[in-house]
């Protein structure tokens, strides 16, 4: 059993994180946030040493490193605001612990070469989580791919409804969420690397706090995306499911079907992470570089490649 601390443990992504360590038979010693609202710990030990503030947390674990070996802890989950993630993941590997970090890794990609340097100093590791590397029908699906050398037309919609919160939050400012492309894009992003090779070149149509859009040539697909937190962008069917998110790949016309299975890919990456298969820098580059690439790159004209919602 593994002893695992918890950074940012009050905030969206967390309980997947706490339910994944549990799942995986491992024990929650230590957390923080600046927020107080975290009584959802309860659900995991009565034991977990809380603190609001980051210094007392980092001597708390400082304290652990130096004390029985088994009280050491081996694992940081990181689960705060995307601009901290560095920051963060550099604290756990300096009090002796591995950094399990949430997407994306760092938010620009000169952040990778620091982390992967104190991980050479530390001989520690940081992993990330792309979970949908992990999702069954999208296994398979890289398995079909793999003996093909065709190049495919891919559309990706993404379209997930959010409230006048989010552009209050610090998920609103680009410069700690990174924007659309990377808040809430990236794993999409990585996944079609995963899938289909490399970049070749990118094109941006539409970008605003609320939506993107845009076209990405790979070594083996061209891919129409379209990226939304405005709930007026959900499909009318959607609409009239009071469905709050919309999710749809097509590869070459044909949907890939993989809206189950969501609730436990956290679970899965940790499974591969404990067991020596995790995800990490260099399985997060390319997509942050990409994102990056996407923020930086200048309108172009909305043209024949541009995706369908953005002709409307």
């Known amino acids: 059993m593994k002893n695992f601390a918890v950074i940012g443990v009050g905030g969206y992504i967390a309980p997947r994180h ?3 360590i549990k799942d995986t038979g491992n024990c929650i010693v230590a957390a923080t946030d600046p ?12 034991d977990i040493k809380f603190f609001s503030e980051i210094e007392r947390f980092d001597r708390h674990l400082e304290k652990l490193r130096r004390g029985p070996e088994a009280d050491h802890v081996h694992y940081v989950s990181v689960c705060s605001p995307n601009y ?8 756990a590997l300096r009090v002796g612990a591995d950094a399990i970090c949430e997407k994306p890794l760092v938010i620009n990609p000169w952040n990778l070469d620091a982390l992967e ?14 979970q949908l590397r992990v999702h069954p029908s999208l296994m398979q699906l890289r398995e079909s791919l793999q003996t093909s050398t065709a190049t495919h037309d891919v559309e990706l919609t993404y379209i997930t409804s959010r409230g006048p919160w989010y552009q209050v939050s610090w998920k609103g400012d ?4 990174g924007g659309v492309a990377t808040n809430i894009g990236i794993h999409f992003f990585d996944l079609l690397m995963w899938l289909f090779g490399s970049v070749n070149g990118v094109r941006v149509y539409h970008s605003d706090h609320e939506r993107m859009s845009g076209f990405i040539e790979l070594e083996r697909a061209r891919v129409r995306w379209f990226l939304s937190v405005d709930k007026n962008d959900l499909p009318e069917q959607a609409k009239e499911n009071n469905k709050t998110t ?13 809206s189950e299975g969501f609730t436990d ?3 899965k990456v940790y499974e591969e992470t404990l067991a020596g298969r995790g995800f990490g820098i260099a399985d997060a580059r390319p997509s942050v570089q990409l994102t990056h690439d996407i923020r930086k790159a200048e309108i172009s004209p909305v043209d024949a490649l541009a995706h369908p919602l953005l002709k409307k």
Not at 84 to 91: F, G, I, T, Y
Request: charged share 35%.
């Open 265 to 267: 890919l956290h679970t």
């Open 35 to 46: 927020k107080d609202s975290v009584g959802v710990l309860d659900q995991y030990s009565y």
């Open 174 to 177: 680009p410069e700690k969420s």
């Open 117 to 130: 340097e104190i991980e050479a100093e530390t001989k520690r590791r940081v992993f990330t989580v792309l």
């Open 246 to 258: 919309y999710r749809s790949i097509t590869v070459d016309g044909r949907e890939i079907e993989f």
């Open 18 to 20: 706490l339910r994944a």
């Open 84 to 91: 901290l993630h560095d920051a963060h993941c550099r604290l």
